[in-house]
């Protein structure tokens, strides 16, 4: 998002509960909708005037049109870099103590005159000039020798053949890469505060240590911001600075600092090793976050779907049976009802496809089959067939979850949900108003017990005083004083659990020092956890695990200190929904042993076992 005046720039939210009918007008490159003449010209002769700042490139006195198409341009040109210079860009710019400007200059340099794998430049061939491209570097000793390969001119650049030059052969007309682009690609690539840190899936992806350097772990060579360097120093500048340096060398480092930039200190209290992940899931790994978007969301706006709560394990078990399940059929329907009864896009393609819009718990592969056919996802689309010919059971359930991931964000758009969301913002809003206000009249009553205090004076010695009377009239107020405080906190108990039940989005409690995110469910007794790219989940579903976990957290480290805040302010609901579930699976474990036990004798049948629960499920809020 371009800068105004090179400060971050929020654009408008769209209004809420339009008239179709209403009159509107909207700024095509921002999609801002606004319902004033006047506020529209506003803002659009703010985006046309240059005071606006590329936020990737840096360019300056655009507009702010000019500032995207800017950034975009730059965006698309440093990531089309070859691999190679970006894994050499990469590891020169890792764990850098330089400015932006000073770095880019000795990137740039370092390219003009390395040669590396990869890198396309000129050499002599048949008393020639020809484009060719490093392939290898070959060791021969003193003489420098370069496998070479020859590239065929134009915008293919394919190898043509192969031969072996040596350093002299070489020639460089310019570096592969401008300075511009050093610039963007650095920014883009990496965190910076003191150091320059690059993103963790770039390290992982061009093979580049997140382990920093010795002299850095322990505070070594960082530059202080505001000094200037200066080549030109004498043998007495050079002695004072010799002193300052070792003056320096023993300041402490300020800590939190960034977790991969701690080492283990001397005096550091010993951090337990942290416990092994559960992945024990029925579903592939990489699908367990959208099977917990899709359980959240029924949830969460189980009134307003008319879908009665169930379990996560049940969902879990439902998608991996090869079956239609009631479960599953509930599911789909009341989402399809939402859609249906919202006249939205859905409704619309079935008016026009002439399809009934009443839908029944016999009838929802259907409407399934034809929201597959009307989605853009090939993945999903293909499926479509199989549903129509009831074979919905044998779809894999990472597909499955995708479908019905495809289908919550469908329905979170519908006015149903909006309405329901916007009512629960407003109600937090009134609980964190509340909680405001009983905070100010504490401050106030403790103000005005202050004043009455400075107030008291001395009485005279000879005045007859009943202490008796006055000891009990003492005690008396702290009693009240005691119950009104007493009373103050329950009701601040209170908000806070009103507020968490009003909670529309589910949030992580923190990153660990390798970026994996924690999340907690009320509903839901496991700790979940999940890698910093998305694709790998586990759990922890036990009290002495969440001990060791927050054991192993080093508080010296941003990140890690964050979330062990998080757990120690969770602790109890946390450890709490641990135990409750715990305790669930043992009973249940108790029942399936028994169930065993007796199918050996009557042949009970398989759904009576726990672990098929969700086949036995009903929809008490089911109205139709």
């Not at 840190?197 to 992806?205: G, N, S, T």
């Not at 998608?319 to 329907?333: A, G, T």
């Not at 007794?525 to 009290?543: A, H, I, M, P, Q």
């Not at 579930?581 to 029942?591: A, D, F, G, M, V």
């Amino acid at each position: 998002m371009p800068l105004l005046n090179k400060k971050p720039f929020s654009l408008l939210e769209p209004p809420k509960d339009l008239d179709p009918e209403q009159t509107v007008f909207q700024i095509r490159f921002t999609k801002e909708i606004f319902l004033d003449y006047q506020e529209y010209v506003k803002r659009l002769n703010l985006y046309r005037q240059r005071v606006w700042t590329c936020k990737v490139s840096g360019k300056s006195n655009l507009t702010f049109e000019e500032a995207l198409v800017s950034e975009h341009q730059a965006m698309e040109k440093a990531q089309n870099l070859p691999t190679e210079i970006m894994a050499h860009v990469l590891r020169m710019t890792q764990y850098s103590t330089l400015g932006l400007i000073e770095l880019v200059n000795k990137i740039y340099a370092a390219l003009q005159e390395d040669v590396f794998e990869g890198i396309e430049l000129h050499a002599k061939k048949d008393d020639a000039e020809a484009p060719c491209k490093i392939l290898k570097i070959l060791d021969s000793g003193d003489t420098k020798l370069y496998e070479v390969g020859w590239i065929r001119q134009g915008k293919s650049k394919t190898v043509i053949n192969t031969s072996v030059v040596k350093a002299t052969d070489l020639i460089r007309r310019r570096a592969p890469v401008s300075r511009n682009i050093l610039k963007l690609l650095i920014r883009d690539s990496t965190s910076h505060s003191t150091l320059w840190i690059i993103h963790e899936h770039l390290a992982k992806k061009y093979g580049i240590s997140m382990e920093p350097p010795n002299g850095i772990m322990y505070g070594e060579g960082l530059q202080k911001k505001g000094r200037k360097r200066h080549d030109c120093v004498t043998t007495e500048d050079g002695r004072k600075k010799s002193k300052k340096d070792e003056e320096h060398a023993c300041v402490p480092i300020k800590y939190p600092i960034d977790d991969l930039l701690v080492s283990p200190a001397a005096d550091d209290p010993a951090l337990l090793k942290r416990p092994p992940l559960v992945t024990d899931f029925g579903i592939p790994r990489n699908s367990v976050g959208d099977l917990l978007m899709v359980w959240d969301f029924c949830l969460s706006f189980g009134r307003v779907l008319n879908l009665y709560p169930f379990s996560l394990a049940d969902l879990e078990n439902a998608i991996c049976h090869k079956e239609s399940n009631v479960l599953i059929v509930e599911i789909h329907s009341a989402l399809f009802r939402l859609l249906i009864e919202d006249d939205g896009d859905y409704f619309t393609a079935l008016q026009t496809n002439k399809r009934k819009s009443k839908l029944s718990s016999e009838k929802w592969a259907e409407y399934l089959s034809f929201f597959l056919e009307k989605t853009e996802i090939e993945e999903l689309s293909c499926n479509s067939g199989a549903v129509r010919r009831g074979y919905y059971g044998l779809i894999d359930a990472d597909i499955k979850l995708k479908i019905l991931q495809e289908l919550v964000e469908e329905a979170i758009t519908t006015d149903s949900i909006r309405e329901k969301l916007s009512e629960r913002v407003e109600q937090q809003q009134a609980l964190v108003a509340t909680k405001r206000e009983i905070a100010r009249k504490e401050r106030e009553e403790k103000n005005k017990n202050s004043k009455n205090e400075n107030n008291d004076v001395v009485q005279d010695g000879n005045e007859c005083v009943d202490e008796q009377g006055k000891g009990k009239e003492e005690s008396d107020k702290r009693d009240i004083s005691a119950s009104k405080i007493e009373r103050k906190l329950h009701l601040v108990r209170h908000l806070e659990t009103e507020k968490a039940k009003l909670s529309i989005r589910a949030s992580p409690l923190g990153k660990d020092r390798h970026y994996n995110r924690y999340w907690f469910f009320k509903r839901e007794g496991r700790l979940f956890v999940e890698s910093s790219d998305c694709k790998e989940w586990g759990y922890y579903n036990t009290k002495e695990e969440l001990d060791v976990l927050m054991s192993s957290l080093n508080v010296k480290g941003i990140r890690e200190r964050a979330l062990k805040l998080q757990l120690e302010k969770f602790y109890n609901s946390i450890s709490n929904a641990l135990e409750k579930r715990l305790k669930e699976i043992t009973h249940k474990t108790s029942l399936e042993e028994a169930v065993l036990r007796r199918s050996t004798r009557v042949r009970a049948q398989p759904r009576d076992s726990p672990s098929m629960a969700f086949l036995k499920y009903v929809n008490k809020w089911n109205e139709h």
